[in-house]
């Protein structure tokens, strides 16, 4: 199968913001509970859209409130915390030099996307960037990827998505796209990838991508 285009979720895949959405999550639950969460209760919403997590931990508080809780606090420290995943930058650079199609298809909003994006030097290289602010409907729900591919011009069957949930995973099957799961994700189980949703390929670094081209 000869792939002429590649989606990339941003957090935990492109962009290492696990300890910002740590600190961002822990600091809803001190505000609104006065504790911390067990990490694995965090880390089980890694890749689910912000309000469908909101509103499934606290059931008992308006989500727009906790969401504002959440993204006040993380405004303050998100340029700051993140970086790129070792090899990322360079990826995208030599995916463009062979004149792949990349986009950007993620649940964060497009201000703090594109920041991350302009941080990393990598905005240039984007073919195209869909955010929650382009989608009605989210993650595993097969719109984002669809939207991303019309704005391509690509085709499912040419397509990879990369991606450190199965979120990312469903949603590239829900579209007919082939996933790719990176090794530095920390939100997938082996029963995840025992599952009928599993990916198809499996890379521990960066480059380990380009072996699937």
């Known amino acids: 199968m000869a792939y002429n285009t590649i989606l990339f979720d941003f957090d ?5 913001t696990n300890g910002l959405v740590i600190e961002s999550w822990q600091h809803v639950y001190r505000t609104l509970t006065g504790r911390e969460a067990d990490l ?4 089980a919403t890694f890749g689910e859209p912000l309000g469908i997590s909101m509103e499934k931990i ?14 006040g606090h993380q405004k303050d420290i998100y340029e700051e915390m993140i970086q790129p995943f070792s090899g990322m930058v360079e990826l995208i650079k030599e995916l463009k030099a062979r004149g792949l199609k990349i986009g950007v298809t993620t649940s964060r909003m497009r201000n703090t996307t594109l920041i991350g994006l302009n941080k990393f030097g990598i905005t240039e290289y984007m073919d195209a960037i869909v955010t929650c602010d382009d989608t009605d409907k989210h993650k595993p729900d097969p719109e984002p990827v ?18 450190d949930s199965m979120f990312d995973i469903k949603c590239a099957h829900n579209a007919g796209v082939k996933a790719v799961l990176v090794g530095w994700a920390e939100a997938v189980t082996e029963e995840d990838l025992n599952s009928p949703d599993a990916p198809e390929y499996f890379i521990e670094k960066a480059e380990d991508l380009l072996r699937l081209l």
């Not at 694995?40 to 880390?43: E, G, Q, R, T």
């Open 12 to 16: 935990g895949t492109l962009a290492d």
């Open 58 to 71: 606290f059931p008992n508080t308006p989500m727009e409130q906790a969401i504002d809780i959440y993204r």
């Open 146 to 163: 669809l939207i991303t591919l019309e704005r391509l011009r690509a085709k499912p069957e040419n397509t990879l998505m990369v991606g």
């Open 40 to 43: 694995p209760m965090i880390k």
